[in-house]
């Protein structure tokens, strides 16, 4: 049975010396829960030593029974997979009952505790799944891509439904560079874990950066199985999240030892740009672009090209991508509610104008056309910096 974090070797006895502090003072409480009844007679030096000395002795004895029952309290709370596993909890000491102070002590200690580790009430509290926050993300936060948004968020759903996937999620992210690959991918790690990119349940590698060498092939792969974390959710099996750069030739293979990948490249994007195009040309609005008109042709694109190791990788060859969604171009109004999203950011004021004017800083393209932008969004962040006071 998998275990809960582990344990702080000093944490037991903090908590046992802590314990001493709850407990009645000796002739507090008899064995029976009454008032013990006071010395009658004086002792001597000797008889009052060892009388002190039985006492102490008692009070540790119950400090020790007491220390027990709150550890096995304290794991219940914060390893609720353990909780029973080693039979009943000790006996609680003769004449004692947990009291309001000690109930008190247990709830601040676990809240100290589970402020530095990990550890809910139920399941793996790094893991909220706020589907919901997901969705209005997606709504408001991402520009022009409808088909994206659609097929993230039914992928996503769908597969949180699932009792027990017997695959990983893999989805394959393509387009043009600043259409928001990246920019989803951070959107899912925020919703989905209470860390965001900071979580442990998420691993980013980038395939230029991270395995640069073709002869080392083998040792990436052992090092992509290692640095995996599996990440318990409700529904019972793991959720994490990887977003590597797609492979190169020199890449290897991502692992499935995880049940959520995400693939990002710039492999495609020449194809749904003149997909697109041809479609706005024609009469369509984008609005209308649906996956049926894209998704041969991408598809295509990846087996096809030479340029990547991608298509020729065993995720594709196997059909182990459950989705290749595309990120279409962005046009001059998605970078102006870009512009707009930035100086919000940052909480500054802003003007049409300026808005106005950063949109045409870009680049726009085909050369006849001039409808994409050709860095999409990417540098708006900073182009903003020209026009503040």
Known sequence: MPRGPRRPLGLGLGLWLGLVLLLPPPGAQGHDGRARPSDRAEEA?????WTAFQGLRERLRAAGALSRRYWALFRCRVWPEDCGEEGEAPARPLGWSLPLLGQQYLDILTTWYCSF?????????????????????????????HLARELVLMAVRSYLELPR?????????????????????RMLAENLYRDGLRSNCVQVF???????????????????????????????????????????PSAPEPSLFFSGLLSFSNLGGNIINEVVLNLLKAGWSRE???????????????????????????????????FFIPFLPLEYRHVRLCARDAFLSQELL????????????????????????????????????????
Request: with cysteine.
């Open 45 to 49: 030096g000797s008889g009052r030593a």
């Open 117 to 145: 580790q990990d550890c809910c009430d139920s399941g793996d509290c790094r893991i909220v799944n706020n589907f919901t926050g997901l969705e209005t993300d997606l709504r408001v936060r991402l520009h022009g891509q």
């Open 165 to 185: 996937p017997d695959k990983a999620l893999a989805l394959s992210f393509h387009g043009w560079s600043g259409t928001g690959k990246n920019f989803v991918a």
């Open 206 to 248: 980038i395939a230029t950066l991270h395995f640069p060498h073709p002869k080392y092939v083998d040792l990436y792969k052992m090092r992509l199985r290692s640095c995996t974390r599996n990440c318990w959710r409700p529904s019972g099996h793991t959720w994490n999240t990887r977003p590597p750069r797609t492979p190169g």
């Open 288 to 322: 209308e672009i649906s996956m049926e008109h894209l998704k041969s042709h991408l598809q295509a694109e990846i087996v096809e090209s030479t340029d990547s190791g991608f298509g020729h990788s065993r995720l594709v060859k196997e059909n182990l991508i459950d």
């Open 350 to 389: 802003y003007t049409e104008e300026a808005l106005d004017e950063i949109a045409k800083m870009m680049v726009y393209v085909p050369k006849e056309e001039q409808l994409f932008s050709s860095q999409g969004c990417k540098s708006i962040s900073q182009r903003i910096n020209y026009f503040l006071p």
